[in-house]
T-cell receptor, first 110, second 111 residues
Framework: DAGITQSPRHKVTETGTPVTLRCHQT?????MYWYRQDPGHGLRLIHY???????DKGEVSDGYSVSRSKTEDFLLTLESATSSQTSVYFC?????????FGPGTRLTVT | RKEVEQDPGPFNVPEGATVAFNCTYS??????FFWYRQDCRKEPKLLMS?????NEDGRFTAQLNRASQYISLLIRDSKLSDSATYLC????????????WGLGTSLAVNP
């Protein structure tokens, strides 16, 4: 498995506060992805990156921004958290088409 | 219609049984497919990649039928540890490397 870590693993925050989730990889993979997973929706792509400073939107990008200043780090920011953003967030990386996932961050917005 | 559709199950089978899941996809331009397994409250883990007609890895066999636009996963000699949700995934046509995820099929292997 790719060496992928996510932090924090669990977070409870209040509506309206900004939140940043971090994904760190040690595999030197070019591609990195942020997903959210919710019951009944499966995995949905939020944003992805195809290189340092190169990012693009996924299918559910509203309310989220990302940054990638180094190959190994991909940050996801919820600019002003809402209850609808309560979810499990997974980071994934890949060198080609296969994607390898981090352990996830369980985020609750109250 | 979802781009990747799976029977959600659950499939309940005894240990040692053979079980098969089917997955259909709507975009005939999709070229590559994957099966992931996901344990409860854990991350998805890549089980198998399917780039041509099929792939086999031990007790697991994946087959691709492009004419009918479906992928199957066969598990032989089921183990208790095979209990999980199996996610069917299609690579989006084009160069963006986006994956299209099914909602998963739940498998419970019983003693």
């Amino acid at each position: 498995d790719a060496g992928i870590t996510q932090s924090p693993r669990h977070k409870v925050t209040e509506t309206g506060t900004p939140v940043t989730l971090r994904c760190h990889q040690t595999e030197n993979h070019r591609y990195m992805y942020w997903y959210r997973q919710d019951p009944g929706h499966g995995l949905r792509l939020i944003h992805y990156s195809y290189g340092v400073k190169d990012t693009d939107k996924g299918e559910v990008s509203d309310g989220y921004s990302v940054s990638r200043s180094k190959t190994e780090d991909f940050l996801l920011t919820l600019e002003s958290a809402t209850s609808s953003q309560t979810s499990v967030y997974f980071c994934a990386t890949g060198a080609e088409y296969e994607q390898y996932f981090g352990p996830g961050t369980r985020l609750t917005v109250t | 219609r979802k781009e990747v559709e799976q029977d959600p199950g659950p499939f309940n089978v005894p240990e040692g049984a053979t079980v098969a899941f089917n997955c259909t996809y709507s975009n005939s331009a999709s070229q590559s497919f994957f099966w992931y397994r996901q344990d409860c409250r854990k991350e998805p883990k890549l089980l198998m990649s399917v780039y041509s007609s099929g792939n086999e890895d031990g007790r697991f066999t994946a087959q691709l039928n492009r004419a009918s636009q479906y992928i199957s996963l066969l598990i032989r000699d089921s183990k208790l540890s095979d209990s999980a949700t199996y996610l069917c995934v299609a690579l989006s046509a084009g160069n963006n490397r986006k994956l299209i995820w099914g909602l998963g099929t739940s498998l419970a292997v019983n003693p």
